[in-house]
């Protein structure tokens, strides 16, 4: 079972997403896949604000920037479920690794590859992705190629997933129903 | 309090006259008023994101004066466009203005009786 959940920023989508994982994962062990890298103070804010968000709600932590499959490794064998946090992180992660971009096909087609393996080794996926196509701007190059490479990679992600939650100031908003 | 979102240019404003009365309604733009003389009519505060803007911008604190507001104000309509839904932004204050407006949004949401979404000037009732 798979759930892509997604939102702008200061949407409430973390935790919305945190909650509804909860809820489903009863005695299951759960995982939390970060994917943010941190370089300065407000990154170290940001995931403190997450960490603090979380505490309490028993998930262990597992640390992957890039190589996703590489998660898997990490996990006791069991029933488990996995919170990914988020899409917009790990591609710019991806992309930008190197000395020089990587190709946004590259890249959507290793994070997809990678997502479809991790689903199959937990009984519950929960995937946090961004909105971040609607402001209207036109960027450099490589940020354009980052814009079309989460926007392909959000699309194939729903079309896997069995239920696509969207997150707007807080309230839920089913846009793919797994009843359907 | 009603809260209506949506993007830039969806006919937010249009949409909250028409259905509350352009005459009963008194508005202000991307300002919270102190004190409101008059009693009758229903208060709109529109562009209430330019507003978080330029409270973040002069050390305010947006977040305590407005939630003070809506417990004052019960029956008002807050319109606010969406600001979150774009790349991360380079500057600081822009990322920080789309953070807590964001967050305030949500707050807001949840002591509404009310949300809406408009779009192409049709509101969708999402809460």
Known sequence: ?180 | MKLIIGGYAQGKLNYVLEKYGAEASKIFDGEIPENIEEKRGIVVINHFHNWVKMKIAHDGCPEREIFEFVEKYPDCVIISDEVGNGIVPIEAFEREYRERTGRILVELAKKAEEVERVICGIGQKIK
């Open chain 1, 1 to 180: 079972m798979m759930t892509l959940i997604i939102g702008g920023s200061g949407s409430g989508k973390s935790a919305f997403a945190e909650d509804y994982i909860v809820s489903l994962s009863k005695e299951k062990k759960k995982y939390y896949i970060a994917t943010m890298q941190v370089y300065d103070e407000e990154g170290e804010k940001k995931m403190e604000r997450h960490r603090t968000l979380r505490s309490g709600k028993d998930f262990s932590t597992i640390e992957q920037t890039v190589d996703l499959k590489k998660s898997t490794e990490k996990m006791e064998a069991g029933d488990r479920t996995a919170l990914l946090e988020c899409i917009s992180n790990l591609t710019a992660n991806e992309m930008f690794a190197g000395e020089v971009p990587e190709t946004e096909e590259v890249v959507t087609e290793k994070i997809v590859k990678e997502i479809e393996t991790l689903n199959k080794e937990v009984t519950h996926l929960v995937i946090v992705s961004n909105n971040v196509f609607e402001d209207g701007q036109v960027y450099d190059k490589t940020t354009m190629a980052y814009i079309r490479a989460m926007g392909r990679i959000n699309e194939m992600l729903a079309d896997m997933a069995d239920e696509v939650v969207e997150v707007v100031v807080g309230i839920p908003l089913v846009i793919k129903s797994k009843n359907a």
